[in-house]
């Protein structure tokens, strides 16, 4: 515990650890969108690679006058050889995880990318990012798609559009569908409506899956064996959702129980 190297190792994965945490914590929120999470990703990935030519400064501003290191070996100090058979192979070896990661929202970001561009697009690259899309999800999205895009680029730049704005924290996908929705436009846009409520409904990892099994082990114990699939699929649904469930008034959903349950017959 008392050698350079360590010291080094502390300071190098603390650094890394650091940043993976953070970024990891904000792609599990349940209101991140996909191109906030392929963003995290590459900043993430600019970070760590910025970190493979900062082992000379943590070795200096750390570590200076410090002799632990091993002997010379091969014409190299004790400190380049650490540095190429140790700290580049963590630095390298985190940045192969992290290409593979990127390579897989890249895939998926690229296909719904042209909502992002929608209003510096020409007419005709619409046109060919729109049949991308419908081939990606050809059992979802017709041909009409195209023109939808091409006709939602103009209204944007309308007044029934002001409301959209790029420097809101919410994702510009999620504002364009409001757009749709509380203007009554899902029969003037049916595909379009469909592709950004596919987008919107992708998950950035796994995390809501594994909490829902979480859930169910804590439903359905010992105690609840005998309980039927439907109940257990409604009380799994309510815990999960439980941030929607505190918005909705208890008082209301009783009386209205009650009315539809009661056998009095009012003269």
């Not at 590459?42 to 000379?56: D, H, I, P, W």
């Not at 009554?184 to 909490?211: D, H, V």
Request: aromatic residues 8%; proline residues 1%.
């Amino acid at each position: 515990m008392n050698k350079l190297e360590t010291g080094i190792m502390t300071i190098t994965w603390n650094g890394i650890l650091e940043r993976l945490q953070a970024t990891s914590a904000s792609l599990q929120s349940s209101d991140q969108d996909l191109n906030t999470g392929y963003a995290l990703y590459e900043s993430l990935y600019s970070y760590v690679q910025a970190m493979r030519s900062t082992f000379s400064d943590i070795e200096y501003d750390h570590f200076s006058g410090s002799t632990t290191l091993d002997d010379f070996v091969e014409n190299q100090t004790p400190g380049q050889r650490f540095e190429v058979q140790v700290f580049i192979v963590i630095i390298d070896n985190v940045l192969s995880a992290l290409t593979k990661r990127m390579k897989a929202y890249h895939k998926i970001t690229s296909v719904f990318e042209v909502f992002r561009q929608l209003k510096s697009l020409t007419t005709e690259e619409i046109l060919e990012k729109s049949s991308s899309m419908v081939s990606a999800y050809e059992d979802d999205l017709e041909n009409s798609l195209g023109g939808e895009l091409v006709q939602f680029a103009e209204l944007l730049k309308t007044d029934v559009a002001t409301v959209i704005d790029s420097t809101k924290q919410e994702p510009l996908e999620q504002q364009f569908y409001k757009l749709l929705l509380n203007n009554s436009l899902e029969s003037c846009f049916p595909n379009l409506e469909i592709a950004l409520r596919i987008y919107l409904s992708l998950m950035i990892t796994n995390c809501s899956g594994e909490r829902s099994f979480s859930t169910l082990k804590r439903i359905k114990n010992e105690l609840r064996n005998t309980m039927g699939q439907e109940r257990l699929n409604h009380l799994t649904l309510l815990n999960i959702e439980h941030d929607l469930l505190k918005e909705v008034d208890i008082e209301s959903v009783i009386s209205k129980f009650a009315h539809i349950k009661s056998r009095k017959v009012y003269l």
